[in-house]
């Protein structure tokens, strides 16, 4: 269609509507009410402290990780709380590490290589020495006793593994915001495997990444009228299958 007919057809409406206008007159009773809705969407706020309430520092371990035997473990108490508005279903953990985080123990570079025998001298790689130690995480709801996970660093640090889900082993299976933000305890243990040998004399991971991932609820069909607020906020869930 071009211009000129469009404009041609718009003159002939105008004058339509003219004529209607100008042959009576029209009367209604009329009436409108208007309503408003907000839709606002609520927060995932994981937070990670201490057993007393503080704030954790960037390093989960406090103490320095080095100098360590065979057979040695370490482990580390921390609570995890729902800072956000929405209760917080799953809560996993990630661990993390590059070969680029790695000191060889048997390279002449390191620190370590005047220090070892000849015979321990023997090249790893990150995986290698991360298969040596052994991750192990408890949850629950007073103390964290129940085993959440167990496994090698170097399965932990796989694209598709995580540890179980830390809530699973509390009363209500979650970390709800409603009637309070909640809190559990975590308890986190690496050892070195007491069947590590020689070869692995000097070596050390720099840097291990720890990840602590959260996850809500599955969506909900609400009729109008429900405590949708309310609701989304205490959601508690039921525990997993083993």
Known sequence: MSIKAKVSMAILAAAAGL????GGTYASFTDTESAQAEFAAGTIDLQVKKLNGDTLATNLFASKLSNLKPGDSVEKLFK???GGTLSIR???LK???????????????SETFAKL?????????ADE??????VEVFGGDIYPYKSVWKGTLKELNQDAVTTGDLTDPTIGHSLPA????DADPVRVRLTFKDTADNKFQGDALQKINFQLIATQHLGTNFVDGENIEWFNGSQLDAPKPR
């Open 19 to 22: 004529s209607l206008v100008g």
């Open 80 to 82: 995890i709380t729902n």
């Open 90 to 92: 799953d809560v996993f």
């Open 95 to 109: 661990a993390t590490y590059t070969e680029g985080d790695f000191v060889d123990g048997a390279d002449p570079r």
């Open 117 to 125: 025998d000849t015979k321990a001298k023997i090249k790893n790689t």
């Open 129 to 134: 020495f991360a298969d040596q130690i052994v």
């Open 178 to 181: 409603l009637p309070w933000a």
